[in-house]
């Protein structure tokens, strides 16, 4: 190596240390090992992937391995993630959703390109297609007894607060009607599928209901999330009017707590024991008999510690007709709930997930599901 290039690399090195160059500049992953040289920020790995797909616009070096030279160096000295970001995020909506390292390929994807291709936080009329309060359009919707993909009109529309979709394309009715004030929206690519695979969740006569959706471009399918983020939000500047944005902006959208496969018995503890697809849905634990299911089988709310709710490793004494070993027990202020997992990692990762929630005390709202699960036929 040339000692222009060592004293080139030394350089970079440095820059990294400067605020804002130590996380990458799209998905905040700390220590970012590239670098493009094209637009003067630091990225990932991850992300340097994703921005050789703009490469008209971005071309990616890895600091340590690729050789620099003196002009490019200057040129990362002279932007830099902070003054990237001034210039490529100076208008992004409340309401839209920053990804971060932890989040699908898609979403950070889409980001990127938003971002750096078509300039959308520069130029505010680029915002129309999820900002305009409706939306209609077509997605592939999975069916809910075939599990077969057909195409679906959905309207979302934030005047009337609802989403809704029509199983014809000249239908008057819809098929469903979802209120946005229970409407969640979650990417889930390895579960559905597809890297552009969306769940949406919303409350039928207080019981969840999931829909399955794709579109196979994936500007579409961000833009519909970021839609619905723009509906909720003007829904609950609505109905909590003096709240700031920032504590509305949590709930937007939320990813589920944990999900996956456990086994449970029933009420009286005495039938043996099944393998469910289990969703902890902020306090509704659901459970599935297929993790693709429209309806869940059961619904268990899990309060908080005050509210004697409480989780314990283990099962109890002379229980049978389970095959997992790793027992997890829930004790409501009605009954206890009984579960087996397959090994002590999921039982670990499962039992903190339950913690999180019993941990956290009840909000007032959350007294009314809890009422409302108490007395239901």
Known sequence: MTSDQETNRQCLKKLLEKHGNGNCADCGAADPEWASYTLGVFVCQSCSGLHRNIVKISKVKSIQLDPWSSSEVEFMASVGNNAAKDKYEQLVPAFYYRPTHTDCMLLREQWIRAKYERKE??????????????????????????????SRKFILSEREGVLKYFNKHDAREPKALMKINTVNATFQPTKIGTPHGLQITYLKDNSTR??????????????WFNAIRAARLHYLQVAFPGNPNSGLLTKLTRNYIKEGYME????????????????????????FKDPLDAYARGEV??????????????????IQGYHWQFGITIVTPERKFLFTCENAADQQDWMSAFHTVINRPMIPQEYAVEAYFKHKP
């Not at 520069?122 to 129309?128: A, G, L, P």
């Not at 449970?264 to 005495?270: A, F, M, R, V, W």
């Not at 709310?301 to 002379?318: D, M, Q, T």
């Open 121 to 150: 936080f520069i130029y505010v009329e680029k915002q129309e297609p999820y900002s305009a309060g409706y939306r209609e359009g077509f997605l592939w919707k999975r069916g809910r007894d075939n599990g077969q993909y057909l």
């Open 210 to 223: 999931n829909i399955f959706v794709y579109h196979e471009d994936g500007k579409e399918i961000v833009d």
């Open 264 to 287: 449970k018995t029933g009420p009286k503890h005495t039938e043996g024991f099944k393998k469910r697809w289990f969703t902890m849905d902020d306090r509704r634990l659901m459970y």
């Open 301 to 318: 709310f899990i309060g908080s510690k005050e509210n004697n709710y409480v989780v314990l490793p283990g099962l109890p004494p002379n």
